[in-house]
């Protein structure tokens, strides 16, 4: 695969993505696969899957945890959706419905079959950022039996390349509120990196 050839494959690969239903009978919703994806982009934003707000709107993070990531990051909602410089790529495209302690992890289906090719169309990335611990599992897999607090902790074991956080929704508050070095530590570096990144855009 050259370079050359990536552009046209990722709009092939993408009306396929948008056209999936192999997991639809275990969707409380009809599926609406949502992602953000340009084969010039330099930073990755890996989620779990879309809430039901963001499965209604079709735009990825178009929410609170959205805002919260977005000001984690320093950048406008405009660049955060400029699909030329940031790529989107949940763990699972749809929303997988609630369970009793929030919404259900994000449906296995999508990355067995999605996520592979899609990371081979984003040549460019040069930052991951992993949030949750469905992207941990796929992305930083020596870190699989790692807690989420316990590989933001580490976040520098991957840097610059990958980022570990938190999720960004507000029923982290606690979580935030307990591990206060989180914002001073980790945020001003990433802040700074994403800034360089899209600098050189």
Known sequence: ????????????????????????????????????????????????????????????????????????????????????????????????????????????????????????LVPQVELTLVIGQYAIGWHLPTKRKSTVTQAVQNWQHHWPEKIVLPHPSPRNNIWLKKNQWFEGELLPPLKERVSALLTDI
């Open 1 to 120: 695969m050259t370079s050359k050839n990536l552009p046209k494959m990722l709009p092939e690969l993408l009306r396929d993505i948008r056209a999936c239903t192999i997991c639809s009978a275990s969707l409380p919703c009809e599926p609406r696969p949502v992602l953000q994806v340009s084969s010039t982009a330099k930073i990755l934003v890996v989620g779990q899957a879309p809430g039901r707000r963001v499965q209604e709107s079709g735009i990825p993070f178009d929410d609170p945890s959205g805002d919260r990531l977005r000001l984690w990051m320093g950048v406008d909602r405009a660049t955060f959706y400029d699909a030329a410089k940031i790529a989107i790529i949940p763990m699972g495209f749809c929303y997988p419905g609630t369970g009793k302690s929030g919404d259900l992890p994000p449906r296995s289906e999508c990355a067995e079959t999605w996520r592979k090719p899609l990371m081979q």
